[in-house]
């Protein structure tokens, strides 16, 4: 079976520092896709980066990069230069290509960004 | 482009009741899921629709129904309420095949009482 952890509840962060969040997974399947996304206080769901499990480069998007260590099983997301907007819930999740592009998610962790 | 509708935003039913939640999506995409976020949980597959005509059970199906309507819709329907249900309930589609992100509707926020 597959599964996320996150084994950060919450974390803290000064603005301005970078941050990072860990995500562990567990799966057999040598093709899978990672994914993380922001939940800020108003609920909704903000996709952030993804990676491939064959991709050779850890994917980046801006202030977000994703530390992708596949024989660790790890995809720990990085933050850097952190802002006050950046405060809400993280969720790491996992997809597969067959299996109907279903995913599964991790528990959260929560980045308090203080100024 | 409105991406994923999702409504009502909110609801309050009595232990008992009934009610749908309705999704739409204007992306074309072929895969649709329903999920249900707890407090200090992560997302919780209920449902999903690979295709139009196709619905599976997710992790947590037990008290809801699906209807995969058309390509554009998929509605959740809860039978008979539990205060269990008392949740954040959420849609999301995608394109399976490319490892596409979801894209999710605003969120329904459901209390049973």
């Known amino acids: 079976a597959q599964k996320i952890t996150q084994t950060q509840p919450g974390m803290f962060v000064q603005e301005k520092e970078a941050v990072t969040l860990d995500c562990t997974y567990d799966t057999s399947d040598p093709s899978y896709g990672l994914f993380w996304y922001k939940q800020p206080s108003s609920g909704e769901m903000i996709f952030l980066i993804y990676q491939g499990s064959y991709d050779q480069q850890n994917a980046t998007e801006g202030r977000y990069s994703l530390n992708f260590q596949k024989a660790r099983k790890s995809a720990n997301l990085v933050i850097s230069a952190s802002q006050l907007g950046d405060s809400a819930m993280y969720f790491c999740a996992m997809s597969f290509n067959t299996n109907a592009g279903k995913s599964t998610f991790g528990d959260g962790t929560t980045l308090t960004v203080k100024p | 482009n409105a991406g994923v509708t999702q409504t009502p935003k909110f609801q309050v039913l009595k232990t008992g009741q009934s009610m749908t939640l309705q999704c739409a999506q204007d992306m074309n995409h072929n895969s649709m899921y329903w999920y249900r976020q707890d407090p200090g949980m992560g997302l919780r597959l209920i449902y999903y629709s690979a295709s139009e005509g196709t619905t599976d059970k997710g992790e947590v199906p037990n008290g809801y129904n699906v209807s995969r309507l058309n390509k554009r819709e998929f509605s959740l329907r809860l039978e008979s309420a539990a205060p269990s249900q008392t949740s954040v309930y959420f849609c999301?589609?995608?394109?399976?095949?490319?490892?596409?992100?979801?894209?999710f509707g605003s969120g329904t926020q459901l209390s049973v009482l």
């Open positions: 999301a589609s995608t394109q399976p095949g490319a490892y596409e992100k979801l894209f």
